[in-house]
């Protein structure tokens, strides 16, 4: 993560307790891309931290973030 915040990109994890009770995908990744990828907006709800990264990190790279493995 912090080499998409070296590269301008906010990226925040959440762990919605609610939905972690109710057993609905607790997880959200959310990345923006202010002040430099301005049109960069990725989101997903997961049951895991694991597949929001398996969901987003493949799109970022799509967009030529680099994300070390």
């Given at each position: 993560m912090e080499a998409l915040a070296e590269q301008g990109v906010t990226v925040m994890f959440k762990?919605?307790?609610?939905?972690?009770?109710?057993?609905?995908?607790?997880?959200?990744?959310?990345?923006?891309?202010?002040?430099?990828?301005d049109a960069l907006l990725i989101r997903t709800d997961a049951a895991s931290v694991e597949a929001c990264l398996d969901t987003c990190l493949p799109q970022l790279r799509e967009r030529g973030l680099i994300i070390p493995e």
């Amino acid at each position: 993560m912090e080499a998409l915040a070296e590269q301008g990109v906010t990226v925040m994890f959440k762990a919605d307790a609610e939905r972690m009770r109710d057993g609905t995908r607790p997880w959200s990744f959310v990345v923006s891309g202010a002040p430099f990828h301005d049109a960069l907006l990725i989101r997903t709800d997961a049951a895991s931290v694991e597949a929001c990264l398996d969901t987003c990190l493949p799109q970022l790279r799509e967009r030529g973030l680099i994300i070390p493995e």
